[in-house]
Antibody
Framework: QVQLVESGGGVVQPGGSLRLSCAASGFTFNDYGMYWARQAPGKGLEWVAFLRYDGSHQKYADSVEGRFTISRDNSKNTLFLQMNSLRPEDTAVYYC???????????????WGQGTLVTVSS | EIVLTQSPGTLSLSPGESATLSCRASQSVSKYLAWYQQRPGQAPRLLIYDASKRATGIPARFSGSGSGTDFTLTISSLEPEDFAVYYCLQCSHWPPDFGQGTRLDI
């Protein structure tokens, strides 16, 4: 079965950096696009970044453009999110999410990991 | 950017009753709308995609309908585990956008 396990969250000061990882299993990782999404405490869902199955195309939400970088290592079935210049409003649970379509441009958010909490506070 | 508006904000029902949740898009998204369930402390789960197709393993009591700008998620004969927050998501136009959610309370 599909498993997505995030790691790397924690507490960081404003202006700091964190790198999140997502270990994927149970599907052919290099056939699927991947997303990062987030949910601030008590709030709704927000997509953060998308990366095509082959790593050829990335997209970012305006709120993180220029500060966050999504990447993947298909040889290790792992997705990453490098987060720089962190702000208090970036505080959220960050989810790794599999795209539904095989080798597609982008599609529905399919399977979600359990999330990792990032807290930006001094 | 497409705005999805969900209603009601909160719906209070009892087990065994039926629930009707609405999602309205600011412009047509054709059939490209999904519904997600998020139980407390858990990750979201895909229930419905393409407006009416049930995802793998989703019980038949969950059904979706609609097209264009108006969509409905119906849950017949509510089970205790159905009390959760439900979100809609459009995948017609980039960027993908979520609605603000409907909380289904006992």
């Amino acid at each position: 079965q599909v498993q997505l396990v995030e790691s790397g969250g924690g507490v960081v000061q404003p202006g700091g950096s964190l790198r999140l990882s997502c270990a994927a299993s149970g599907f052919t990782f290099n056939d699927y696009g991947m997303y990062w999404a987030r949910q601030a405490p008590g709030k709704g869902l927000e997509w953060v970044a998308f990366l095509r199955y082959d790593g050829s195309h990335q997209k970012y939400a305006d709120s993180v453009e220029g500060r966050f970088t999504i990447s993947r290592d298909n040889s290790k079935n792992t997705l990453f999110l490098q987060m720089n210049s962190l702000r208090p409003e970036d505080t959220a649970v960050y989810y790794c999410v599999k795209d539904r379509a095989v080798q597609g441009a982008w599609d529905y958010f399919d399977y979600w990991g359990q999330g990792t909490l990032v807290t930006v506070s001094s | 950017e497409i705005v999805l508006t969900q209603s009601p904000g909160t719906l209070s029902l009892s087990p065994g009753e039926s629930a009707t949740l609405s999602c309205r898009a600011s412009q047509s998204v054709s059939k490209y709308l999904a519904w997600y369930q998020q139980r407390p402390g858990q990750a979201p789960r895909l229930l419905i995609y393409d407006a009416s197709k049930r995802a793998t393993g989703i019980p038949a009591r969950f059904s979706g309908s609609g097209s264009g700008t108006d969509f409905t998620l119906t849950i017949s004969s509510l089970e205790p585990e159905d009390f959760a927050v439900y979100y809609c998501l459009q995948c017609s136009h980039w960027p993908p956008d979520f609605g603000q959610g409907t909380r289904l309370d006992i």
